[in-house]
Protein backbone atom coordinates (compact mmCIF):
# COMPACT_ATOMS: atom_id res chain seq x y z
CA UNK A 1 0.00 0.00 0.00
CA UNK A 2 2.67 2.64 0.97
CA UNK A 3 4.69 1.39 -2.71
CA UNK A 4 1.06 2.31 -4.66
CA UNK A 5 0.64 5.23 -2.85
CA UNK A 6 4.00 7.11 -4.10
CA UNK A 7 3.62 5.49 -7.51
CA UNK A 8 0.31 7.71 -7.58
CA UNK A 9 1.74 10.87 -6.21
CA UNK A 10 4.63 10.68 -8.73
CA UNK A 11 2.61 10.12 -11.34
CA UNK A 12 0.07 12.86 -10.09
CA UNK A 13 2.72 15.20 -10.44
CA UNK A 14 4.18 14.27 -13.42
CA UNK A 15 0.34 14.71 -14.86
CA UNK A 16 0.04 18.26 -13.59
CA UNK A 17 3.97 19.39 -15.10
CA UNK A 18 2.98 17.93 -18.23
CA UNK A 19 -0.62 19.85 -18.35
CA UNK A 20 1.17 23.13 -17.03
CA UNK A 21 3.80 22.52 -19.61
CA UNK A 22 1.15 22.39 -22.36
CA UNK A 23 -0.60 25.69 -21.80
CA UNK A 24 2.09 27.73 -20.66
CA UNK A 25 2.60 29.30 -23.90
CA UNK A 26 -1.37 30.21 -24.80
CA UNK A 27 -2.16 31.07 -20.40
CA UNK A 28 -1.34 34.31 -19.16
CA UNK A 29 0.81 34.43 -16.12
CA UNK A 30 -1.39 34.59 -13.65
CA UNK A 31 -3.16 31.51 -14.73
CA UNK A 32 0.44 29.80 -14.66
CA UNK A 33 0.57 30.81 -10.60
CA UNK A 34 -3.04 29.31 -9.99
CA UNK A 35 -2.32 25.94 -11.73
CA UNK A 36 1.33 26.12 -9.58
CA UNK A 37 -0.74 26.91 -6.87
CA UNK A 38 -3.12 23.99 -7.75
CA UNK A 39 -0.47 21.40 -8.16
CA UNK A 40 1.40 21.98 -4.52
CA UNK A 41 -2.52 21.61 -3.04
CA UNK A 42 -2.33 18.41 -4.59
CA UNK A 43 1.11 17.37 -3.52
CA UNK A 44 0.28 18.12 0.34
CA UNK A 45 -2.52 15.95 -0.19
CA UNK A 46 -0.97 13.20 -1.70
CA UNK A 47 2.16 13.58 1.25
CA UNK A 48 -0.72 13.77 3.98
CA UNK A 49 -2.60 10.40 2.85
CA UNK A 50 1.02 9.12 2.35
CA UNK A 51 1.96 9.66 6.17
CA UNK A 52 -1.65 8.70 7.69
CA UNK A 53 -0.85 5.35 5.70
CA UNK A 54 2.01 4.97 7.79
CA UNK A 55 1.01 5.15 10.87
CA UNK A 56 -1.97 2.90 9.97
CA UNK A 57 0.96 0.49 8.98
CA UNK A 58 2.83 0.67 12.07
CA UNK A 59 -0.27 0.76 14.26
CA UNK A 60 -1.27 -2.40 12.29
CA UNK A 61 1.94 -3.90 12.91
CA UNK A 62 1.87 -3.16 16.50
CA UNK A 63 -1.68 -4.86 17.06
CA UNK A 64 0.07 -7.92 15.30
CA UNK A 65 3.29 -8.30 17.80
CA UNK A 66 0.96 -8.14 20.56
CA UNK A 67 -1.67 -10.76 19.36
CA UNK A 68 1.33 -13.11 19.06
CA UNK A 69 2.11 -12.44 22.62
CA UNK A 70 -1.04 -12.80 24.02
CA UNK A 71 -1.43 -16.14 22.64
CA UNK A 72 2.45 -17.06 23.78
CA UNK A 73 1.16 -16.00 27.34
CA UNK A 74 -1.95 -18.38 27.30
CA UNK A 75 -0.66 -21.36 25.86
CA UNK A 76 2.49 -21.08 29.06
CA UNK A 77 -0.95 -20.29 31.62
CA UNK A 78 -2.14 -23.58 30.01
CA UNK A 79 0.93 -25.68 30.95
CA UNK A 80 1.70 -24.21 34.18
CA UNK A 81 1.65 -27.31 36.90
CA UNK A 82 -0.62 -30.26 36.61
CA UNK A 83 -4.39 -30.37 37.55
CA UNK A 84 -6.13 -34.01 38.47
CA UNK A 85 -10.09 -33.30 37.50
CA UNK A 86 -10.88 -36.97 39.00
CA UNK A 87 -9.41 -36.32 42.36
CA UNK A 88 -6.88 -39.88 41.32
CA UNK A 89 -3.08 -38.84 40.69
CA UNK A 90 -1.39 -39.85 37.85
CA UNK A 91 0.65 -42.10 38.68
CA UNK A 92 3.87 -41.52 36.32
CA UNK A 93 3.49 -37.62 37.99
CA UNK A 94 4.28 -39.04 41.94
CA UNK A 95 7.16 -42.04 40.78
CA UNK A 96 10.36 -41.38 42.61
CA UNK A 97 13.75 -40.95 40.55
CA UNK A 98 14.83 -44.16 40.71
CA UNK A 99 18.87 -45.07 39.84
CA UNK A 100 20.56 -48.16 39.71
CA UNK A 101 24.14 -47.94 40.27
CA UNK A 102 26.85 -50.68 40.37
CA UNK A 103 29.76 -51.13 41.67
CA UNK A 104 32.81 -53.89 40.57
CA UNK A 105 36.27 -54.84 41.33
CA UNK A 106 39.39 -56.83 41.10
CA UNK A 107 42.03 -56.82 43.26
CA UNK A 108 45.24 -58.42 44.21
CA UNK A 109 47.98 -58.02 47.09
CA UNK A 110 50.70 -59.37 47.92
CA UNK A 111 49.90 -60.28 51.04
CA UNK A 112 47.25 -63.37 51.80
CA UNK A 113 46.49 -62.42 55.33
CA UNK A 114 42.29 -62.93 56.16
CA UNK A 115 42.92 -59.20 57.29
CA UNK A 116 43.93 -58.01 54.35
CA UNK A 117 41.98 -60.32 51.62
CA UNK A 118 38.55 -61.11 53.63
CA UNK A 119 35.91 -58.49 53.09
CA UNK A 120 35.19 -56.92 56.54
CA UNK A 121 35.08 -53.42 58.38
CA UNK A 122 38.44 -52.85 57.47
CA UNK A 123 38.68 -54.15 53.84
CA UNK A 124 36.61 -54.61 50.58
CA UNK A 125 38.51 -57.57 49.95
CA UNK A 126 41.60 -58.72 48.15
CA UNK A 127 42.81 -61.59 46.04
CA UNK A 128 39.87 -62.03 44.11
CA UNK A 129 36.79 -60.61 42.17
CA UNK A 130 34.02 -59.05 44.36
CA UNK A 131 30.82 -56.74 43.86
CA UNK A 132 31.07 -54.36 46.26
CA UNK A 133 27.37 -53.14 45.83
CA UNK A 134 24.57 -52.92 43.96
CA UNK A 135 22.83 -49.40 45.18
CA UNK A 136 19.27 -48.66 44.72
CA UNK A 137 18.14 -44.83 44.70
CA UNK A 138 14.66 -43.46 45.44
CA UNK A 139 14.19 -39.84 45.36
CA UNK A 140 11.44 -37.58 45.29
CA UNK A 141 9.57 -34.33 46.52
CA UNK A 142 6.52 -35.32 48.35
CA UNK A 143 5.40 -32.03 48.72
CA UNK A 144 6.89 -28.10 48.51
CA UNK A 145 8.02 -28.71 51.45
CA UNK A 146 9.54 -32.31 51.86
CA UNK A 147 11.93 -34.60 50.57
CA UNK A 148 12.13 -38.40 50.85
CA UNK A 149 15.70 -40.23 49.84
CA UNK A 150 16.09 -44.09 50.12
CA UNK A 151 19.01 -45.93 49.45
CA UNK A 152 19.59 -49.56 49.22
CA UNK A 153 22.54 -51.49 49.44
CA UNK A 154 22.53 -55.39 47.90
CA UNK A 155 25.34 -57.28 47.98
CA UNK A 156 26.15 -61.29 47.67
CA UNK A 157 25.31 -61.69 51.08
CA UNK A 158 23.24 -58.87 52.71
CA UNK A 159 20.15 -56.36 51.65
CA UNK A 160 20.71 -53.16 54.13
CA UNK A 161 19.14 -49.68 53.89
CA UNK A 162 22.15 -47.10 53.07
CA UNK A 163 20.33 -44.16 53.82
CA UNK A 164 16.05 -43.06 54.24
CA UNK A 165 15.45 -40.15 55.64
CA UNK A 166 12.92 -37.26 55.30
CA UNK A 167 14.01 -33.41 54.92
CA UNK A 168 12.14 -30.72 55.67
CA UNK A 169 12.98 -27.39 53.68
CA UNK A 170 13.35 -23.67 54.30
CA UNK A 171 12.16 -24.20 57.63
CA UNK A 172 12.38 -20.89 59.80
CA UNK A 173 15.93 -19.55 60.66
CA UNK A 174 17.32 -21.03 57.72
CA UNK A 175 16.86 -24.36 58.90
CA UNK A 176 16.37 -27.92 57.07
CA UNK A 177 15.33 -30.50 59.19
CA UNK A 178 15.96 -34.27 58.53
CA UNK A 179 15.25 -37.33 60.32
CA UNK A 180 15.39 -41.52 60.02
CA UNK A 181 18.70 -42.95 58.91
CA UNK A 182 21.30 -41.32 57.43
CA UNK A 183 25.15 -40.55 57.19
CA UNK A 184 25.85 -38.01 59.41
CA UNK A 185 27.45 -34.61 58.27
CA UNK A 186 30.97 -35.04 59.26
CA UNK A 187 34.30 -34.04 57.82
CA UNK A 188 34.55 -34.03 53.59
CA UNK A 189 33.92 -37.47 52.85
CA UNK A 190 31.39 -38.87 55.56
CA UNK A 191 28.76 -38.35 53.11
CA UNK A 192 30.11 -40.04 50.06
CA UNK A 193 28.41 -42.95 49.43
CA UNK A 194 31.57 -45.96 47.95
CA UNK A 195 30.47 -45.29 44.30
CA UNK A 196 31.19 -41.83 44.49
CA UNK A 197 34.64 -41.72 46.81
CA UNK A 198 37.79 -39.96 44.83
CA UNK A 199 39.58 -43.25 45.23
CA UNK A 200 38.79 -46.69 45.61
CA UNK A 201 39.02 -47.16 49.16
CA UNK A 202 38.24 -44.64 52.61
CA UNK A 203 41.53 -43.11 53.85
CA UNK A 204 42.92 -45.46 56.68
CA UNK A 205 42.06 -42.51 59.24
CA UNK A 206 38.40 -43.11 58.50
CA UNK A 207 38.72 -46.44 58.50
CA UNK A 208 40.30 -47.40 61.29
CA UNK A 209 38.36 -44.81 63.12
CA UNK A 210 34.99 -45.83 62.03
CA UNK A 211 34.80 -48.82 59.90
CA UNK A 212 35.10 -48.71 56.16
CA UNK A 213 31.40 -47.71 55.97
CA UNK A 214 30.17 -44.31 56.81
CA UNK A 215 29.59 -43.29 60.52
CA UNK A 216 25.33 -42.49 60.46
CA UNK A 217 22.63 -43.86 62.03
CA UNK A 218 18.79 -43.04 62.73
CA UNK A 219 17.82 -39.65 64.59
CA UNK A 220 17.13 -35.98 63.95
CA UNK A 221 19.57 -33.79 62.64
CA UNK A 222 19.73 -29.74 61.81
CA UNK A 223 21.43 -27.86 58.85
CA UNK A 224 21.41 -23.97 59.65
CA UNK A 225 22.53 -21.47 57.06
CA UNK A 226 24.27 -19.14 59.56
CA UNK A 227 25.31 -15.23 59.06
CA UNK A 228 28.96 -15.41 57.30
CA UNK A 229 31.53 -15.50 59.89
CA UNK A 230 34.94 -15.30 59.09
CA UNK A 231 34.51 -13.01 56.35
CA UNK A 232 33.16 -16.35 54.11
CA UNK A 233 30.51 -16.14 51.81
CA UNK A 234 28.65 -18.81 53.25
CA UNK A 235 28.92 -20.64 56.67
CA UNK A 236 26.54 -23.66 57.78
CA UNK A 237 25.91 -25.23 61.10
CA UNK A 238 24.75 -29.09 61.04
CA UNK A 239 24.05 -30.26 64.91
CA UNK A 240 22.65 -34.08 64.75
CA UNK A 241 21.27 -36.66 67.75
CA UNK A 242 21.90 -41.07 66.37
CA UNK A 243 21.73 -43.92 67.60
CA UNK A 244 24.87 -45.46 66.34
CA UNK A 245 28.18 -47.10 66.93
CA UNK A 246 30.08 -49.38 65.28
CA UNK A 247 32.15 -51.20 68.13
CA UNK A 248 35.63 -49.15 67.44
CA UNK A 249 35.17 -45.60 68.68
CA UNK A 250 31.73 -45.82 69.84
CA UNK A 251 30.12 -48.88 71.50
CA UNK A 252 27.61 -50.89 69.52
CA UNK A 253 26.62 -53.48 72.76
CA UNK A 254 23.75 -51.44 73.49
CA UNK A 255 19.95 -51.66 71.79
CA UNK A 256 20.41 -47.77 71.54
CA UNK A 257 23.71 -45.92 71.99
CA UNK A 258 23.55 -42.30 71.80
CA UNK A 259 25.90 -39.84 69.76
CA UNK A 260 25.92 -36.00 68.91
CA UNK A 261 27.45 -34.52 66.49
CA UNK A 262 28.33 -31.15 65.61
CA UNK A 263 29.93 -29.75 62.17
CA UNK A 264 30.45 -26.14 60.70
CA UNK A 265 31.30 -25.27 57.80
CA UNK A 266 32.79 -22.27 56.19
CA UNK A 267 32.94 -21.11 51.94
CA UNK A 268 34.74 -19.30 49.97
CA UNK A 269 34.94 -17.93 46.58
CA UNK A 270 38.37 -17.06 46.52
CA UNK A 271 38.32 -16.60 42.45
CA UNK A 272 36.01 -16.45 39.56
CA UNK A 273 37.26 -20.46 39.25
CA UNK A 274 38.14 -21.15 42.57
CA UNK A 275 36.28 -22.62 45.99
CA UNK A 276 37.84 -22.75 49.68
CA UNK A 277 35.94 -24.48 52.51
CA UNK A 278 36.82 -25.56 55.84
CA UNK A 279 34.99 -27.60 58.34
CA UNK A 280 35.51 -28.43 62.24
CA UNK A 281 33.26 -30.93 63.61
CA UNK A 282 33.62 -33.59 66.16
CA UNK A 283 31.30 -36.24 67.54
CA UNK A 284 30.85 -37.53 71.17
CA UNK A 285 29.53 -40.57 73.11
CA UNK A 286 30.45 -43.40 74.70
CA UNK A 287 32.52 -46.34 74.22
CA UNK A 288 31.70 -49.14 76.83
CA UNK A 289 28.40 -50.68 77.20
CA UNK A 290 28.06 -49.66 80.54
CA UNK A 291 27.81 -46.34 79.20
CA UNK A 292 30.67 -45.42 81.99
CA UNK A 293 33.73 -43.95 79.47
CA UNK A 294 33.26 -41.49 76.86
CA UNK A 295 34.84 -40.88 73.13
CA UNK A 296 35.24 -37.47 71.61
CA UNK A 297 36.54 -37.27 67.59
CA UNK A 298 37.39 -33.76 66.24
CA UNK A 299 37.88 -33.35 62.80
CA UNK A 300 39.35 -30.49 61.19
CA UNK A 301 39.19 -30.36 57.15
CA UNK A 302 40.33 -28.46 54.18
CA UNK A 303 39.11 -28.58 50.38
CA UNK A 304 40.41 -26.06 47.81
CA UNK A 305 38.66 -26.70 44.72
CA UNK A 306 39.85 -25.15 40.90
CA UNK A 307 36.89 -25.30 38.00
CA UNK A 308 37.93 -23.02 34.83
CA UNK A 309 34.47 -22.24 33.75
CA UNK A 310 34.94 -22.28 30.12
CA UNK A 311 36.84 -25.49 30.44
CA UNK A 312 35.09 -27.49 33.44
CA UNK A 313 34.70 -30.80 31.33
CA UNK A 314 38.36 -30.59 30.37
CA UNK A 315 40.02 -28.93 33.77
CA UNK A 316 39.62 -29.71 37.33
CA UNK A 317 42.00 -29.52 40.25
CA UNK A 318 40.57 -30.76 43.50
CA UNK A 319 42.47 -31.30 46.96
CA UNK A 320 41.66 -32.59 50.07
CA UNK A 321 42.72 -32.61 53.68
CA UNK A 322 41.09 -34.18 56.54
CA UNK A 323 43.00 -34.33 60.24
CA UNK A 324 41.29 -36.51 63.11
CA UNK A 325 41.92 -36.27 66.93
CA UNK A 326 40.60 -39.02 68.97
CA UNK A 327 40.04 -38.84 73.36
CA UNK A 328 38.88 -41.86 74.39
CA UNK A 329 38.19 -42.75 78.13
CA UNK A 330 39.32 -46.08 79.87
CA UNK A 331 39.73 -47.13 83.11
CA UNK A 332 43.62 -47.20 83.23
CA UNK A 333 43.04 -43.40 82.14
CA UNK A 334 42.61 -41.31 78.71
CA UNK A 335 43.78 -42.51 75.46
CA UNK A 336 45.07 -39.74 72.67
CA UNK A 337 44.95 -40.42 69.42
CA UNK A 338 45.06 -38.99 65.75
CA UNK A 339 45.40 -39.39 62.13
CA UNK A 340 45.20 -37.41 58.57
CA UNK A 341 45.04 -37.66 54.98
CA UNK A 342 45.73 -35.42 51.94
CA UNK A 343 44.72 -36.46 48.51
CA UNK A 344 44.66 -35.00 44.98
CA UNK A 345 42.81 -35.09 42.16
CA UNK A 346 44.05 -33.73 38.81
CA UNK A 347 41.36 -33.93 35.38
CA UNK A 348 44.18 -33.85 32.65
CA UNK A 349 41.09 -33.99 29.88
CA UNK A 350 37.31 -35.02 29.33
CA UNK A 351 37.89 -38.45 30.33
CA UNK A 352 41.09 -38.95 32.37
CA UNK A 353 41.56 -37.61 36.12
CA UNK A 354 45.07 -38.55 38.09
CA UNK A 355 44.98 -39.38 41.84
CA UNK A 356 47.43 -39.43 44.69
CA UNK A 357 46.59 -39.87 48.38
CA UNK A 358 48.95 -39.87 52.05
CA UNK A 359 47.59 -41.54 54.93
CA UNK A 360 48.25 -41.43 58.51
CA UNK A 361 46.11 -42.89 61.66
CA UNK A 362 47.07 -44.29 64.80
CA UNK A 363 44.50 -46.82 66.61
CA UNK A 364 41.53 -44.67 68.78
CA UNK A 365 42.09 -46.92 71.76
CA UNK A 366 45.86 -47.75 71.10
CA UNK A 367 48.11 -44.81 69.74
CA UNK A 368 51.28 -47.16 70.24
CA UNK A 369 49.93 -48.75 66.83
CA UNK A 370 49.73 -47.34 64.06
CA UNK A 371 49.78 -47.49 59.53
CA UNK A 372 51.34 -45.48 56.88
CA UNK A 373 49.60 -45.98 53.11
CA UNK A 374 50.63 -44.18 49.48
CA UNK A 375 47.60 -44.54 46.83
CA UNK A 376 48.05 -43.38 43.11
CA UNK A 377 46.08 -44.10 40.37
CA UNK A 378 44.10 -42.85 37.34
CA UNK A 379 39.85 -42.92 36.29
CA UNK A 380 39.07 -42.82 32.68
CA UNK A 381 35.35 -41.71 32.69
CA UNK A 382 33.74 -43.75 29.63
CA UNK A 383 30.75 -40.92 29.82
CA UNK A 384 29.06 -39.57 32.78
CA UNK A 385 27.22 -43.44 33.80
CA UNK A 386 30.71 -45.46 33.45
CA UNK A 387 33.87 -45.18 34.74
CA UNK A 388 37.07 -47.12 35.06
CA UNK A 389 39.39 -47.06 38.00
CA UNK A 390 42.81 -48.49 38.72
CA UNK A 391 44.77 -47.94 41.90
CA UNK A 392 48.29 -48.97 43.57
CA UNK A 393 48.79 -48.83 47.00
CA UNK A 394 51.38 -49.54 49.78
CA UNK A 395 50.85 -50.06 53.27
CA UNK A 396 52.94 -49.87 56.39
CA UNK A 397 51.28 -51.70 59.23
CA UNK A 398 52.59 -51.47 63.06
CA UNK A 399 49.88 -53.44 64.32
CA UNK A 400 49.42 -56.21 66.82
CA UNK A 401 46.07 -55.87 67.87
CA UNK A 402 43.12 -55.14 66.27
CA UNK A 403 39.00 -54.84 67.42
CA UNK A 404 37.00 -57.22 65.40
CA UNK A 405 39.86 -58.10 62.90
CA UNK A 406 42.80 -61.15 63.79
CA UNK A 407 45.88 -61.04 62.73
CA UNK A 408 48.51 -61.18 61.44
CA UNK A 409 48.93 -57.58 59.43
CA UNK A 410 51.59 -57.42 57.59
CA UNK A 411 52.17 -54.87 55.31
CA UNK A 412 51.29 -54.97 51.67
CA UNK A 413 51.21 -53.80 48.16
CA UNK A 414 47.94 -54.18 45.97
CA UNK A 415 46.58 -53.15 42.53
CA UNK A 416 42.26 -52.55 42.40
CA UNK A 417 40.75 -52.12 38.99
CA UNK A 418 37.67 -51.12 39.45
CA UNK A 419 34.25 -50.31 37.00
CA UNK A 420 31.40 -49.08 38.20
CA UNK A 421 28.21 -47.95 36.09
CA UNK A 422 25.32 -46.12 36.81
CA UNK A 423 21.49 -46.33 35.44
CA UNK A 424 18.95 -43.48 36.01
CA UNK A 425 19.36 -39.68 37.22
CA UNK A 426 21.54 -40.36 40.70
CA UNK A 427 25.36 -41.28 39.24
CA UNK A 428 28.24 -41.04 40.74
CA UNK A 429 27.71 -37.61 42.43
CA UNK A 430 28.60 -37.09 46.30
CA UNK A 431 25.69 -37.84 47.90
Known amino acids: MRYLNTILVFFGIAGLLCGAQAKATQAPQDSTLQKVEELEKTVNTLLNKIEKQKQEDELEKLMEEARKLKSVEKKEDHGVGKKFHSGVRQQSAINPNISVSGDFFGALSSEDANYIQDPSDYSYGKNGFFLREVELSLVAPL??????????????????????????????????????????????????????????????????FFTNGNFGGTGLAGNFLLPTLFWADASIFDIAIISSGSGISFTDANTINMVGVANYTSYYDITHNTFFEWRLGAVAGYNDAARENGSLVGNLSFNLKWIPSDRAKYRTFDWKTEFLYGSRETPTGTVNSMGFYSSIQNKINASWWLFGRVDYSQLPYDNNQDEWAVTVGADFWQSEFVFLRGQFQYSQRNFTYVIGAPGPYPDDYSVVLQVNWAMGPHKHEAY
Request: hydrophobic letters at 40%; glycine letters at 4%.
Open 143 to 208: DPFTRGKSFISLTENAITIEEAYLEWLNLPLNMNLKLGLFNAEFGILNRYHDHALPQFDRPKVLTN
